[in-house]
């Protein structure tokens, strides 16, 4: 999913749209499991979107930004180069 414009986000706020596909800001945090840093952020959902796909959505996020988010953990940037053996 490609980062929603301000002028997108404006839209989706001023819609009438109230059906299961419509999309809405949530705000979802996500920890580090090392040292405890939280990022919380406002992501576009709907009401289809499970719990796990919305952590998947700010997850990926995050993987741009440095995060290691996978299975076993998340990890903070600093933490995640912590963990790099190379």
């Known amino acids: 999913?490609?980062?929603?414009?301000?002028?997108?986000?404006?839209?989706?706020?001023?819609?009438n749209d109230t059906s299961p596909e419509a999309l809405y800001p949530a705000q979802i945090g996500v920890f580090c499991d090392d040292c405890g840093t939280v990022h919380e952020g406002d992501y576009l959902v709907n009401d289809l979107t499970t719990q796990p796909e919305r952590f998947e959505i700010a997850r990926a996020h995050l993987r741009k930004q440095g995060w290691s988010c996978t299975e076993e953990a998340d990890r903070c940037p600093e933490c995640a180069a912590a963990e790099d053996p190379s």
């Open 1 to 15: 999913m490609t980062e929603p414009t301000p002028e997108t986000i404006s839209a989706i706020l001023r819609s």
